[in-house]
Nanobody, 114 residues
Framework: QVQLVESGGGLVQPGGSLKLACAASGSLFNIYTMAWYRQAPGKQRELVAH???????IYADSVKGRFTISRDNAKNTVYLQMNSLKPKDTAVYYC????????WGQGTEVTVSS
């Protein structure tokens, strides 16, 4: 029902930064908890960060202190600011509703390499 479109990925050197965005269609975006996930080649999808409608956040231990999730409910958009990127952060990043992740978009690819 709600379409999610991720953007902002790219190639970045270790130690660099990227900011991802996830734009959601639908007028009820602001009531849902949102999350970023990632999937590295050959690995399972994992939760990266999580944000409630009021802005409470949680992060995977692997990204704490480096990534920041935020949302702009007026714009139906959730962001992921990624700093101090490491090669292990290389993955396709997806956003979704963790309470009902019934479908997945194409994601946006992040490659961290020198």
């Amino acid at each position: 029902q709600v379409q999610l479109v991720e953007s902002g990925g790219g190639l970045v050197q270790p130690g660099g930064s990227l900011k991802l965005a996830c734009a959601a269609s639908g007028s009820l975006f602001n009531i849902y908890t949102m999350a970023w996930y990632r999937q590295a080649p050959g690995k399972q999808r994992e939760l990266v960060a999580h944000i409630t409608r009021t802005g409470s956040t949680i992060y995977a231990d692997s990204v704490k202190g480096r990534f920041t999730i935020s949302r702009d409910n007026a714009k139906n958009t959730v962001y992921l600011q990624m700093n101090s990127l490491k090669p292990k952060d290389t993955a396709v990043y997806y956003c979704n509703f963790p309470d009902d992740a019934s479908s997945w978009g194409q994601g946006t690819e992040v490659t961290v390499s020198s």
